[in-house]
């Protein structure tokens, strides 16, 4: 599956398992490197699904039907 078409709960999921690899210190540095970079892609991919859900979540559908700018406690 593209890194892309994973939902965010998969992307984080695979991102924990290489920060714990990592973590443990004991990687071929090669291995490290391509952990790394598998990494920095999947946390692009969750920060663009995050900032995707922001935006839809900014809106809400108000009583009337009509779209409206979401604010908490009069702010925007």
């Not at 490197?33 to 920060?47: A, T």
């Amino acid at each position: 599956m593209s890194e892309k078409n994973k939902s965010f709960e998969e992307a984080l999921a695979e991102l924990e398992e290489i920060v714990a690899k990592l973590e443990q210190g004991d990687v071929p540095l090669e291995e490290a490197i391509d952990y790394y970079k598998d990494g920095m892609n999947l946390s692009k991919v969750c920060h663009d699904k995050l900032k995707n859900i922001e935006k839809k979540m900014s809106m809400i559908l108000g009583e009337d039907g009509q779209v409206r700018p979401f604010s908490v406690g009069g702010e925007e």
